[in-house]
């Protein structure tokens, strides 16, 4: 089909049971959500403009239904990460103390 594919994707927590983004141009998209991941989709007509700045709005929910994650509020959204050894895996602000990264 004509078009441009547009995706989010990332990674949840285990208590995570369903994910919304809210795409560029506004639409808001359920991601499936599996094994650690979530993955959102959406078909534009045509590509959509880069200039989004900013935190992606997305969303996360526990099994209840209950908000539990705010990409735009929560201060998890901005940490860093390094490998078990110290290497970064994310970029890192100067004097930021980075999590240590959860293998895969």
């Known amino acids: ?9 990332g990674r949840v927590a285990p208590d995570i049971a369903k994910v919304t983004v809210q795409m560029p141009g506004g639409s808001i998209v359920t991601a499936a959500v599996e094994n650690g991941f ?8 045509a590509m959509p403009s880069f ?11 526990d099994h209840s239904g209950a908000l539990v994650y705010d990409s735009q509020t929560s201060s998890t959204a901005f940490q860093c990460f390094v490998t078990p050894t110290g290497q970064p895996v994310t970029p890192q602000s ?6 240590t990264a959860i293998r895969w």
């Open 1 to 9: 089909s004509e078009g441009w594919l547009d995706t989010a994707v």
């Open 38 to 45: 979530f993955v959102a989709r959406q078909l534009l007509p």
């Open 51 to 61: 200039n989004q700045s900013g935190v992606i709005p997305i969303m996360g929910y």
């Open 94 to 99: 100067q004097g930021q103390k980075c999590r």
